[in-house]
């Protein structure tokens, strides 16, 4: 292990923390579990990055609570090479869950979405976390003139202007579901 740590670290990557030892492979639902990903010699899946979990959910209705304060929970794996061609930093992201039906059919009650936390300067028509005082909601941004507004995708949400004492946490950059 410590020789794969000093080839990373030779090659410019980060050094593998201890807590990414011995995971087992990745394997997906099912009957068969077969694995989907072949973890090396030392149980650590080449060219992965973990991405911390909060146990909260951004609402897509009225808002939740303070991302910070939510407790973390384990990480979701991201393939580095896709990490480093969108340009995000796994330590500065996090994976949360979303509440609510006003940003369907986009982001469904249940996604789990990736918050770049270093993407914070609004830009119309993408997708943000946003803290206002009813808490943590994830909207589309909409500019109309000079006055920002926060956009449901569900035509029965109605936009709402930006609110004085908004900030944007980060920008909505991966999304998944579960079809059940």
């Known amino acids: 292990m410590q020789a794969l740590v000093r080839l990373v670290a030779k090659a410019g990557g980060d050094p593998i923390p201890d807590e990414l030892r011995a995971l087992p492979p990745a ?3 099912g ?10 010699d030392d149980g650590v899946t080449p060219g ?9 959910e951004a609402a897509a209705g ?8 939510a407790p973390v929970k ?29 940003m369907e059919p986009t982001l469904p009650a249940g996604s ?24 943590l909601v994830v909207k589309r941004l909409e500019r109309r003139g000079r006055q920002w507004f926060l956009v449901s995708d569900h035509p029965s949400w109605e936009p709402v202007p930006w609110p004085r004492e908004a900030e944007v946490v980060g ?7 579960t079809f059940e």
Do not use: M
């Open 171 to 177: 920008e909505v950059r991966w999304a998944s579901r």
């Open 48 to 56: 992965a990055r973990s991405v911390g979990t909060r146990e909260v």
């Open 74 to 102: 384990g990480p979701v794996w991201f393939r580095r090479d896709w990490l480093d061609g969108h340009g995000i930093d796994p330590t500065l992201s996090v994976v949360i869950s979303v509440r609510g039906e006003s």
């Open 62 to 69: 009225g808002g939740a609570v303070n991302l910070d304060e």
């Open 112 to 135: 789990k979405i990736l918050v770049d936390r270093t993407r914070t300067r609004r830009r119309a028509g993408r997708i943000f976390v946003v803290t206002t005082e009813e808490g």
């Open 27 to 29: 394997r997906l639902p």
């Open 31 to 40: 009957a068969d579990a077969r694995p989907v990903a072949a973890a090396n």
